[in-house]
């Protein structure tokens, strides 16, 4: 007998007959990803291959509702429509109350719903508000392209990443994770909720060490609460400035105690934090790099930090240094006044860097290089003295939903072999142009904004080669695209329309290697 699974997908079996079997090959593609970034199987369940004839598909169904975790519903105006499919939804939603989490909901928005996008009709639907009010991974525009492109690739990864994360964060997921996947019928049928595998494990506090500057906690140093700290445990600081750095070479938590500014960690001739443990948090600390030499602010070359709600600044290297395949979560920091930049990823750094505000460096918000990976989500990036983003190397990146503005150069550049992909991101009111891609660089670039830049939306050059589909690249001073010196590209069904000299330069030796459909001049 099979160990009960960990997630439940849920959606209408007419959307799936409708695509051709496509959300079937979805589901076996996210569970192969999941099975990849864990090296544990990742079973689906499909009710129409895994009930046997005779059995009761509903039973099964809800007797399965009982042994997962998290669920993930594909969001179509079927769904909405579907009482099964809005009866697990309103079954998991209680579940999480119950379990105090409010991570164990997935949404896949794969058809525009009204019910979500117009404000009177989500405000009828209880569930639409709250679906609503989620992230969510948008299949809207990836619903047409193939599932074996890179662009659904990189999705698909990073869809994975978030449900392994989900599962490390849930202490009942530590078998073999697998999820059950069930369609709802197009009248009668139903697809599945979802719910622990295990009962949850209660939750307990840590052990807790106490850092007090005013000698009335357990130790006055993070240096000393640090050596004395077992794995898992927590180290709370209290108000101070605390001169010194610091090397997290074990499992810990480090939270501060007030509002942010009250506890700050400066360094001078030394990482403020040096990060080699395999997971670890850092939360609420004003974090300073005060120079005297070459180091970051932190600097994270192995496992996973998540470093959030922090304020970080370095008048030495990079505020954040990422490299050597280390993987954290930056999620709600201040990063800026960076003396060589923002965030630096190298040497095939990855990571997730999600609502953070990065501004005021000194060269790039974010550089990837030399085969880095990282994903951005929901950045504000701006106000640098170079690029807001630069990609180069051979390096890629996912960069989806993100503000990139008011940059001294550009807001993205890609060169010397990047090739990130790049999603409903607005690039807008550059000093010089909005993306710049040069010397064999390339990405993909879909439904962008790209407006208000001081030279061009899109500047080529140099064996440049990206593909651009579906972007608005308006009301710039020059052209909205530019391509010369060997540039190339793809140009599909894009709004090149408002910009003040037109929408296309291209040379004229460019013009045989440049493709164009269905753009809007």
């Known amino acids: 007998m099979s ?13 799936d007959a409708h695509e051709n079997g496509r959300l079937t090959e979805f589901c076996k593609r996210l569970s192969g990803e999941v099975r990849v970034q864990t090296g544990e199987e990742f079973r689906i369940f499909q009710d129409r291959s895994d009930i046997h004839w005779g059995q009761q598909w ?11 975790g998290f669920l993930v519903p594909i ?13 697990e939804l309103e079954r998991f939603l209680e579940r999480e109350k119950q379990l105090e989490r409010n991570d164990l909901v997935l949404p896949v928005f794969y058809v525009n719903c009204p019910v979500l996008t117009d ?38 990864a990073g869809m994975a990443t978030q449900i392994v994360e989900a599962m490390e964060r849930g202490a009942a997921v530590r078998p073999a994770p697998r999820v059950f996947r069930a369609a709802a019928a197009s009248v009668s049928g139903g697809s599945g909720s979802a719910e622990p595998a295990n009962a949850p494990v209660p939750k307990t506090e840590p052990p807790t060490l106490v850092v007090d500057a005013l000698h009335r906690g357990d130790y006055t140093t993070l ?54 443990a395999n997971m670890g948090r850092v939360a609420n600390i004003t974090l300073r790099q005060a120079g005297g030499g070459d180091f970051f602010c932190v600097d994270i070359g192995q496992g996973r930090l998540e470093l959030e709600g922090c304020d970080v600044t370095s008048k030495s290297l ?33 990571g997730t860097l999600e609502d953070n505000e990065i501004f005021g460096n000194a060269k790039s918000g974010v550089e990837i290089k030399s085969g880095s990976n990282p994903t951005l989500r929901h950045n504000r990036i701006y106000d640098g003295k170079g690029a807001g983003v630069f990609v180069w190397e ?40 909005g993306v710049f891609i040069w010397e064999n660089g390339q990405g993909i670039f879909e439904v962008n904004e790209i407006f208000g830049n001081a030279f061009t939306g899109v500047e080529i050059k140099k064996g440049g080669n990206p593909t651009l589909r579906r972007n608005q690249i308006t009301n710039n001073a020059h052209q909205a695209i530019w391509i010369y010196e060997g540039g190339q590209g793809t140009f599909e069904e894009n709004d090149l329309r408002g910009n003040q000299k037109g929408a296309w330069y291209i040379a004229p030796e460019c013009l045989p290697n440049v493709k164009r459909v269905g753009n809007k001049e």
């Open 3 to 15: 160990k009960p699974a960990v997630g439940f997908m849920s959606y209408v079996r007419f959307d």
């Open 58 to 68: 509903k039973q099964v169904i809800e007797e399965s509702l009982d042994s997962v």
């Open 75 to 87: 969001l179509t105006p079927g769904f909405f429509r579907s009482p099964p499919c809005r009866g």
């Open 119 to 156: 404000k009177e009709k989500r405000e009828a639907d209880p569930l639409a508000q709250v679906i609503a009010s989620r992230q969510f991974a948008d299949w809207r525009e990836l619903r047409f392209e193939p599932l074996t492109s890179p662009q659904v690739g990189k999705m698909l």
């Open 223 to 276: 240096t000393a609460a640090l050596k004395a700290a077992k794995p898992g445990d927590r180290i709370l600081v209290r108000p101070g400035i605390y001169r010194e750095g610091i090397v997290i070479d074990k499992p810990v938590e480090i939270v501060g105690d007030g509002e942010l500014g009250d506890v700050v960690i400066e360094a001078t001739g030394d990482y403020t934090i040096r990060f080699q």
């Open 318 to 350: 990079a505020c954040v240094g990422i490299h050597d395949g280390a993987d954290p979560r930056l999620r709600r920091n201040r990063i800026h006044d960076g003396k060589q930049g923002g965030v630096y990823f190298y040497e095939s750094g990855q």
């Open 394 to 433: 051979n390096s890629q990146g996912i960069l989806d939903d993100n503000e990139i503005f008011g940059n001294a150069f550009c807001g993205v550049e890609i060169r010397s072999g990047g090739n990130p992909t790049l999603c409903r991101n607005r690039i807008h009111d550059g000093k010089v142009g």
